[in-house]
């Protein structure tokens, strides 16, 4: 990340050299070419003109002496050269001029001695060289020429050599610092970020990138927040396979164990014990295949994040499941009914729902009393949510055990033993299939014993999303409340 540091502070900061010389530029170019308001001149002949003058009153008032010092003297503004020349065509300074100067100053020497009287005012003006003639108080004459020489990058350039560069600079160290503090605001936040994933890369997938002190700017904070959430799903996901790896291992030893007893006692059993034994086998292979596939529907319902967009009767749905319910309970006297029932409709997965109503109501089915009756209620609640209840007449669950039962393979110790023939999964199955609909599901000991599983779903707001109000009057006659059979 030190690179992009570097690449961010040599980008800002050239272009702020960039911008600080095209000012330079720009004030430079205004100067030579800007004309004046009212004048016929611009600011650059109007700086010579101000030369000139001030060099021909040293001259007529203090003499050579002192013009040559003012001349060492003069600031060299925008590449501006001030030379005089005597009569003989020296240079009061002794410097080399250029052969323009040279020749300005020999022509306007030459008309002032020519004109008749001798005179000490002819000049000869350009856009880049102004030049007078002045006769001194003792009749000598003298040429002083005020030049703009060089091109435009040299002036530049050599605009006041000693100021200006140093203000430049003092400008450059300001940028650089202030490039610095800029490409540190960018990257730091990149560079923490960086760090983590590189740490949850290796492994670590408690790394975060957590709230970011500097450089906090909106998207700067929000790809943190993002590769945060990012983190924790995947750290969830990969702790509830481990957890169901680890679970589904220790499920599987039991009847693994059963197998082999059976199969031993297959091959050295007679007629009725190897019947015995094969049908152990069958139960326990059947056990084993039911086990696998609920861990991979959880498993699939863990690793899913979005749940499908069907258009689901939930009346319908509990009809269906209550049907297939019921008729597996006959045996031994058990029902499963539809005590009350509203026409509620509402987006999500058909599969999912139905598998989660199915384990509830199994579970019901499973632990209830011989002879009675498994109750399945659905109503909408004032906050417009579908609530299901389903009661059975069990034993119940222990009071600190109540949210343990929707842990995949858990099991009460007393009442819901594995003597029910249940692989502990189909709580743990619902539970996902609920919260994935943005629901929830809890369950609670009803009055006058059993258990009491509650199921809420959100239902769309539309109008008309959701059927209205049928009770239990119109749902099918055969899950209507019979005599007897208390909920």
């Known amino acids: 990340m030190r690179r992009l540091f570097w690449r961010l502070f040599a980008a800002f900061w050239i272009a702020t050299v960039v911008v600080l010389l095209a000012f330079a530029w720009i004030s430079t170019s205004r ?57 003989d065509g020296k240079e009061l300074l002794g410097r080399t001029a250029s052969e323009p100067v040279r020749d300005a100053a020999q022509a306007i020497l030459a008309q002032a ?25 003792d009749g000598r004459f003298y040429a002083v020429v005020a030049a703009l020489e060089g091109n435009f990058l040299t002036r530049l350039l050599l605009r006041r ?16 610092l202030f490039a610095a503090l800029l490409a540190w605001y960018v990257s730091a ?9 590189r740490r949850f890369a290796e492994g670590d997938l408690d790394a975060r990138v957590g709230r970011l002190r500097f450089g906090r700017s909106a998207e700067v904070a929000a790809l943190a927040a993002e590769f945060d959430t990012m983190a924790e799903r995947i750290r969830t996901l990969v702790d509830s396979h481990r957890l169901l ?37 069958e139960h326990e292979s059947d056990r084993l295949e039911t086990m696998l596939a609920q861990a991979l529907e959880l498993s699939r319902l863990q690793t899913a994040t979005h749940a499908a967009r069907d258009d689901v009767a939930l009346d319908t749905l509990l009809e269906d499941v209550i049907t297939n319910a019921d008729y597996e309970g006959a045996p031994r006297g058990r029902k499963v009914v539809l005590a009350e029932c509203e026409r509620l409709s509402m987006t999500g997965s058909y599969a999912a729902l139905h598998s989660a109503f199915e384990n509830v109501i199994r579970n019901a089915l499973a632990y209830t ?43 009460t110790d007393a009442a819901r033993t594995r003597s029910s023939g249940g692989t502990g999964l189909g709580l743990a199955i619902a539970r996902r299939a609920i919260e994935r609909h943005g629901g929830r599901i809890v369950a609670r000991n009803a009055d006058g014993g059993g258990l009491e599983v509650l199921i809420r779903l959100p239902l769309p707001r539309e109008p008309g999303a959701a059927r209205a109000g049928a009770t239990a009057k119109d749902a099918p006659a055969r899950h209507r409340i019979e005599a007897g059979h208390p909920l």
């Open 161 to 176: 050599p000693g100021a200006f560069w140093t203000h430049l600079g003092i400008a450059m160290i300001v940028s650089a």
């Open 31 to 87: 100067f030579e070419n800007e004309r004046i308001p009212g004048l016929d001149v611009t600011r650059l002949q109007a700086k010579m003109d101000d030369l000139l003058g001030r060099t021909a009153r040293e001259l007529r008032h203090d003499g050579e002496a002192d013009a040559r010092v003012w001349l060492r003297n003069t600031p060299d503004v925008s590449a501006i050269s001030v030379y005089v020349f005597s009569a």
């Open 113 to 137: 001695a020519a004109a008749d009287p001798p005179r000490g005012s002819v000049d000869a003006d350009g856009e880049r060289l102004r030049a007078r003639a002045l006769r001194t108080r």
């Open 369 to 411: 009393a011989d002879g009675s009756t498994v109750g399945v209620r659905l109503q909408r609640d004032e906050s417009g949510h579908a609530v299901i209840r389903v009661r059975d007449h069990g034993p119940g669950v222990p009071e600190a055990e109540l949210t343990r039962i929707f842990e995949p393979f858990y099991r």
């Open 245 to 281: 790896v680890r679970d589904v291992s220790h499920e599987l030893r039991s009847p693994l164990a059963r197998l082999r007893v059976a199969l031993e006692l297959a091959r050295d059993g007679d007629g009725p014990q190897v019947s015995a034994a094969l049908d152990r086998i």
């Open 189 to 197: 936040p990149l560079t923490r970020i960086r760090v983590s994933t």
